[in-house]
């Protein structure tokens, strides 16, 4: 009786971890930070000059944002950085970016992170439409595996060390590379798992990205969503990579 309770507590709380971690969930919670970057990108464009951004979310209210020109140059135009005091912020910008547009810039990001928000179904609804939603389910379910398996393995953007949205794609990173540099080469994590999703059916684009952020890694296609990942940690931390490997080969049951 006892064996029994035990297999069912672990699957329960197995299964109520996973919900708490659900990717979804993470991203309605900072879906104000993709508002923001869209209305800093229509402030900074002219009839001249387009901008692009990107996101990136490392956990609870620790973001960069990045917008480029993209015409008539790609270089970082504006840099934003904030670490779990949204009031405390960084905001850098180089010398395309005017010192009044930085300034006025400046102004209204204090405004909007003071203005109280609340959860949108906006974006749950838009993911739903597009099909995102079952990819994120699909790489939450092979990224769980390596969740708090091994030293190193502690996330803060839910299963992962980093999500990053921009208008073309989302990015999911769980990265650990515990103990990599160090000179004892008998204990160390050298292991990358990423996914690629296209919001527009580009997988080309995508791949050319996924190939550029991890140019060493292993390329395993699922629909429109890209996984890449590669393991070269010390052969006694592979466990955890090892059921990864087997999860991205049975997500199509």
Same mark, same amino acid.
Request: with cysteine.
């Given at each position: 009786?006892?064996?029994?309770?035990?297999?069912?507590?672990?699957?329960?709380?197995?299964?109520?971890?996973?919900?708490?971690?659900?990717? $979804?969930?993470?991203?309605?919670?900072?879906?104000?930070?993709?508002?923001?970057?869209?209305?800093?990108?229509?402030?900074?464009?002219?009839?001249?000059?387009?901008?692009?951004?990107?996101?990136?979310?490392?956990?609870?209210? =620790? *973001?960069?944002?990045?917008?480029?020109?993209?015409?008539?140059? !790609?270089?970082?135009?504006?840099? #934003?950085?904030?670490?779990?005091?949204? !009031? $405390?912020?960084? #905001?850098?910008?180089?010398?395309?970016? %005017?010192?009044?547009?930085?300034? !006025?810039?400046? =102004?209204?990001?204090?405004?909007?992170?003071?203005?109280? +928000? !609340?959860?949108?179904?906006?974006?749950?609804? +838009?993911?739903?439409?597009?099909?995102?939603?079952?990819?994120?389910?699909?790489?939450?379910? *092979?990224?769980?595996?390596?969740?708090?398996?091994?030293?190193?393995?502690?996330?803060?953007?839910?299963?992962? /060390?980093?999500? *990053? $949205?921009?208008?073309? @794609?989302?990015?999911?990173?769980? *990265?650990?590379?515990?103990?990599?540099? /160090?000179?004892?080469?008998?204990?160390? @994590?050298?292991? %990358?798992?990423?996914?690629?999703?296209?919001?527009?059916? =580009?997988?080309?684009?995508? #791949?050319?990205?996924?190939? %550029?952020?991890?140019?060493?890694?292993?390329?395993?296609?699922?629909?429109?969503?890209?996984?890449?990942?590669?393991?070269? +940690?010390?052969?006694?931390?592979?466990? @955890?990579?090892?059921?990864?490997?087997?999860? $991205?080969? =049975?997500?199509?049951?």
């Amino acid at each position: 009786m006892k064996h029994y309770f035990f297999v069912w507590w672990l699957f329960f709380s197995s299964n109520l971890m996973m919900a708490q971690h659900k990717t $979804i969930d993470f991203l309605a919670e900072h879906q104000k930070y993709i508002l923001l970057a869209e209305q800093v990108k229509g402030k900074l464009e002219t009839s001249e000059a387009k901008f692009t951004f990107q996101l990136h979310l490392y956990g609870k209210d =620790n *973001i960069a944002i990045e917008w480029k020109k993209i015409a008539p140059q !790609s270089s970082i135009s504006l840099h #934003l950085r904030m670490m779990q005091q949204p !009031s $405390i912020f960084e #905001l850098r910008g180089d010398k395309s970016i %005017k010192e009044d547009q930085q300034k !006025s810039i400046e =102004n209204f990001i204090r405004h909007f992170i003071k203005t109280p +928000s !609340s959860t949108s179904p906006l974006l749950f609804e +838009s993911y739903q439409r597009q099909g995102i939603l079952n990819y994120l389910e699909k790489a939450d379910s *092979i990224a769980f595996n390596a969740y708090a398996c091994n030293v190193g393995d502690h996330y803060q953007a839910g299963l992962y /060390s980093e999500i *990053i $949205i921009s208008e073309s @794609c989302l990015q999911l990173h769980q *990265i650990n590379w515990w103990n990599a540099e /160090s000179l004892d080469r008998k204990n160390y @994590c050298m292991r %990358k798992l990423a996914f690629l999703v296209p919001f527009q059916e =580009n997988k080309n684009q995508a #791949l050319d990205i996924l190939k %550029k952020e991890f140019f060493e890694t292993e390329i395993y296609p699922f629909q429109n969503m890209l996984i890449g990942f590669q393991d070269h +940690s010390a052969p006694n931390y592979r466990t @955890c990579g090892q059921a990864i490997m087997v999860a $991205i080969k =049975n997500i199509n049951h």
